[in-house]
């Protein structure tokens, strides 16, 4: 089993910058991939970043430039860094981590909200 746990959300102003970290435990096995993905209130999920065991890394275009998303295997703790935050940035992030075979596992989120 997994357990994954987001923290670092809060309210901040538009163009300020937050740091989410996602705390892994459980079996953690280095080739699995993780991701940061947010749901905005009445919208889908929708992904954020991912970083692969490679540390290859993929980013939505409404992030890109302004989002980093990294991880530090010896701690099993994956981090994405905000900067120059919109309004349109709030809503709950969420920690992935995803293993071969489509298994996945989620963190319950951190409440992300920029004011204008």
């Known amino acids: 089993q997994v357990q994954l746990v987001e923290s670092g959300g809060g309210l901040v102003q538009a163009g300020g910058s937050l740091r989410l970290t996602c705390a892994a435990s459980g079996d953690i096995f280095v080739l699995d991939a993780m991701g940061w993905y947010r749901q905005a209130p009445g919208k889908q999920r929708e992904l954020v970043a991912t970083i692969s065991s490679d540390d290859s890394t993929n980013y939505a275009d409404s992030v890109k430039g302004r989002f980093t998303i990294s991880r530090d295997n010896a701690k099993d703790t994956t981090y994405l860094r905000m900067n120059s935050l919109k309004p349109e940035d709030t809503a709950v992030y969420y920690c992935?981590?995803?293993?071969?075979?489509?298994?996945?596992?989620w963190g319950k989120g951190t409440l992300v909200t920029v004011s204008s």
């Open positions: 992935k981590l995803q293993r071969g075979y489509g298994i996945a596992y």
